[in-house]
């Protein structure tokens, strides 16, 4: 595709937790700066510091979801707000045509800050239940899907990274090595000055009832880039999915417009 051949990847030598690929995994896009055009990290040597190493709490999402309609308990959302081809019966989602990925933005979405930077949330397709360091609850929907790939990625800076990550990551492989590595970047609860890259955009790549993969768009003074984020539905609810080597999201590449994107608009 042309717009695929516009894209310029950002060459990743040395060790693996040298690399910038890695360094964003940890801290994800809310820590993210552009300098001189480079996409970097906040992190440093000694940056295992505050709450890094604090345990994960219990939350909703480790509990048994509800009866019936494979919800955690208290999670409602509208799921029928995509343009679905089949309206599907209560506590299923329904049938999504690929033409039925979402074109325009929700008209009920807000931004609220969280961490440094700010995200989108929507009252129909959520997070709907916000409970201490989790947003979670999102409609079981590709908008659902897009909500959620934004939100839970742009937790990880923060001192409360462990309790979204055993909620909203799914667990194995991936997860474990992500942990071991976020453990050694500074907590980031606030902005501290630095340029912080806004989500411009998103695109659908790929969405089923079980899984997702949601292109995200970033702005920042020097320009476009783009990232990937997979996603799959687990215990009733979307969670990120990291890739084996603790990556939540696909190296970030740089690009020359925002073409092939749904542009959330001026609300960022």
């Avoid at 055009?37 to 994960?56: F, I, Y």
């Avoid at 880039?225 to 939540?248: H, Y």
Wanted: proline letters at 7%; charged letters at 20%.
């Amino acid at each position: 595709m042309k717009f695929r051949r516009r894209e310029r990847r950002l060459a990743e030598s040395g060790p693996y937790y040298r690399q910038r690929g890695w360094q964003m995994s940890a801290g994800f896009l809310a820590v993210v700066v552009v300098v001189g055009g480079v996409v970097t990290a906040l992190s440093g040597s000694d940056a295992t510091t505050g709450r890094a190493n604090a345990a994960a709490s219990e939350g909703p999402l480790s509990r048994p979801s509800a009866p019936g309609d494979g919800r955690p308990q208290g999670c409602r959302t509208d799921d029928g707000t995509d343009g679905a081809t089949d309206g599907g019966t209560h506590g299923e989602p329904p049938e999504t045509a690929p033409e039925d990925v979402p074109e325009t933005v929700p008209e009920d979405v807000t931004w609220r800050p969280l961490g440094v930077t700010k995200v989108p949330v929507s009252a129909s397709a959520g997070p709907t239940l916000i409970q201490g360091p989790l947003w979670w609850c999102y409609a079981h929907t590709p908008t659902g899907a897009v909500l959620a790939a934004h939100v839970i990625p742009s937790h990880m800076s923060g001192s409360d990274w462990r309790t979204v990550t055993e909620q909203q990551v799914v667990a194995g492989q991936g997860r474990d090595m992500f942990e071991f590595q976020r453990a050694t970047v500074r907590d980031t609860d606030a902005p501290n000055g630095a340029e912080v890259a806004s989500y411009a955009g998103f695109s659908v790549v790929s969405y089923e009832d079980t899984a997702a993969v949601i292109r995200l768009l970033l702005k920042s003074t020097q320009g476009y880039a783009v990232t990937t984020v997979s996603l799959r539905w687990s215990g009733g609810d979307w969670k990120v999915r990291p890739d084996d080597n603790g990556s939540l999201h696909s190296p970030v590449s740089a690009v020359q417009s925002a073409g092939g994107f749904t542009l959330w608009g001026g609300t960022t």
